[in-house]
């Protein structure tokens, strides 16, 4: 088991935000977390990177528990996030941007690794000396996951990488994550796209306010009448 | 002439000071609002450590910027946490609470009696009596101040800085202890603003807590805003017009008691046109926050 996170719970001040939540992700595995707006989906992957603090329970990613960890410390150990909304450097070039990624950490060929995320995403290399701030909304979303992949992770955490994003280009995320995950890099996805993400996840975890109430195969959970139901719009 | 001197001489303590605030709002997004109490710090420190224990002003100065850093790493460590609006208030409160506690620590600092006959600095046993020989003197930490704060935010570490001036989350999202960065600009900036308040200390020979009113934390963060935020030449620019425009009033024969009052309404004048017409500032690159 590459993650395990066990009985967690988040509070935002007085609000509980996740309650006694468990979810793991073995080596090379592509998981999905779906669920409703505020359900609780970013916390758990913030919670996972130590942007939040546990109020119980306990991570382990390797078997090392890693409750404790800041953001920072997540990175050498080998989990990057690729946060909601993208969060670029606006002014910074898209060059500059994927430095950033892996910007004073020890023991990393940035020039090298810069070419094979250039390689990953072609269309960032014809924009390679433009402003993040001016690339469409699918550019920015591939130079952000490229500057999570800067980090060499074990495990990508990306928290809605189809938000916002024309229809094409929601193909293209899908299609790099699944190249990404070949490539060697567990994947942990929280999506709203839950059809698409659960066609590209090995296995799912369905929220409801605070909790997990389903977990199973990508596969099943898109032939379950509850997720159908509740997410896939009636198919 | 000496008059002009004189001038010059305050300028350029303010440029240490803008220079010293800049890092921390321009440079680092930082809303800092209560510089002024680092440079009380620093004044206090080095006139009380050459009055009580006859301690080299030298020595004073250095040990005076330690104690502002020290200071800047106090109010920092809690406000670091908060965002924008609030970290200005919070660093605005630990203002007041420093120039509260230089006017009532009468034990201490005499209170509102201030500290009179501070010495001046000395070079060779020979003190730095003309207004010509400080000014070299202040015109040698400006330089320093302005290579130091330079060198900072053009290595790998202001490029981190850049970064979570632009972006906070994101700088957190790829690993960078974005906390310790901003408590080490804290430091940085108290310890230089603790600088200006030793040489304006030894330079006036006397202090007393009117000289560390949050109007001059105001007056300081004017001058970073209106000469451009994350820009050195900003900074100098900026508290070269604001420290001299309001002299030349005086020039025009304009009377003190019209001058200091007729001063803090122009700079609020300037405020509000400045960020009407050009908020970045005149050769800036970010609008504040
Ligand atoms: N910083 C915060 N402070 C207070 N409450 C928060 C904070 N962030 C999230 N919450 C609350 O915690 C709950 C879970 O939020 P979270 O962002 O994890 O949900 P989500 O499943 O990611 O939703 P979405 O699909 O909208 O992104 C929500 O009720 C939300 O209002
Ligand atoms: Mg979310």
């Given at each position: 088991m590459l993650l395990e996170a066990k009985n967690i719970s988040v509070c935002y001040g007085a609000v509980k935000?996740?309650?006694d939540v468990s979810f793991n992700v073995d080596a090379c595995e592509i998981v999905a977390m779906i669920g409703p707006n505020g359900a609780g989906k970013s916390t758990a992957l913030k919670a996972v990177f130590g942007m939040v603090d546990l109020k119980s329970g306990d991570i382990y990613f390797d078997g090392e528990?890693?409750?404790?960890?800041r953001p920072d410390e997540h990175v050498p150990k080998g989990i990057s996030h690729v946060p909601e909304g993208r969060r670029?450097?606006?002014?910074?070039t898209v060059m500059e941007n994927l430095e950033m990624g892996a910007?004073?950490?020890?023991?990393?060929?940035t020039g090298a690794e810069i070419e094979k995320i250039l390689t990953l995403f072609p269309s960032l290399k014809e924009r390679?000396?433009?402003?993040?701030?001016?690339?469409?909304t699918g550019e920015q979303q591939m130079l952000a996951m490229g500057r999570a992949l800067m980090q060499k992770p074990r495990l990508l955490l990306a928290d809605?990488?189809?938000?916002?994003?024309s229809p094409s280009y929601v193909d293209i995320i899908f299609e790099k994550l699944i190249e990404i995950n070949k490539s060697g890099t567990s994947i942990l996805l929280v999506e709203q796209n839950a059809r698409m993400a659960l066609e590209v996840a090995h296995r799912g975890y369905v929220f409801e306010i605070g909790r997990i109430f389903m977990e199973d195969t990508g596969r099943n959970l898109l032939k379950s009448e509850e997720v159908k139901r509740a997410f896939l719009g009636g198919i | 002439m000496e008059y002009f001197l004189h001038i010059l001489v305050i300028a350029g303590i303010y440029i240490i000071l803008t220079l010293s605030l800049n890092l921390m709002?321009?440079?680092?997004g930082l809303a800092a609002l209560g510089h002024i109490a680092f440079a009380c710090v620093g004044a206090y420190t080095s006139s009380l450590l050459a009055l009580?224990?006859?301690?080299s002003p030298w020595i004073g100065l250095i040990t005076g910027a330690c104690f502002a850093s020290l200071l800047g790493f106090v109010i920092g460590f809690p406000s670091i946490r908060l965002k924008g609006d609030y970290l200005a208030l919070a660093t605005f409160g630990f203002g007041v609470i420093v120039y509260s506690v230089s006017k009532n620590w009468v034990d201490l600092t005499r209170g509102p009696m201030g500290l009179p006959g501070i010495p001046k600095f000395a070079v060779f046993g020979f003190e730095l009596q003309p207004v010509w020989a400080y000014l070299i003197l202040v015109f040698v930490f400006v330089l320093l101040t302005a290579f130091m704060i330079n060198r900072i935010v053009d290595s790998p570490f202001g490029r981190i800085l850049k970064s979570i001036r632009e972006d906070e989350v994101a700088s957190l999202s790829i690993g960078k202890d974005v906390n310790r960065y901003k408590l080490i600009v804290f430091m940085v900036g108290a310890f230089f603003a603790g600088i200006a308040g030793s040489l304006y200390a030894h330079y006036i020979t006397f202090i007393d807590p009117s000289s560390f009113t949050m109007m001059e934390s105001i007056a300081v963060l004017l001058m970073v805003v209106f000469g451009g935020m994350g820009s050195i030449r900003g900074s100098f620019i900026g508290a070269l017009i604001l420290v001299i425009f309001p002299e030349m009033l005086r020039f025009l024969g304009m009377p003190s008691s019209v001058a200091a009052p007729l001063r803090q309404m122009i700079y609020g004048l300037l405020l509000v046109i400045l960020m009407l017409k050009?908020?970045?500032?005149?050769?800036?690159?970010y609008r504040f926050m």
């Open positions: 935000a996740i309650e528990n890693i409750n404790n960890l670029l450097f606006p002014s910074m910007f004073l950490q020890k023991g990393n060929n390679r000396r433009q402003k993040a701030g001016v690339l469409s809605e990488p189809s938000l916002g994003l | 709002v321009g440079f680092t009580n224990h006859g301690i050009r908020p970045q500032g005149i050769v800036g690159k």
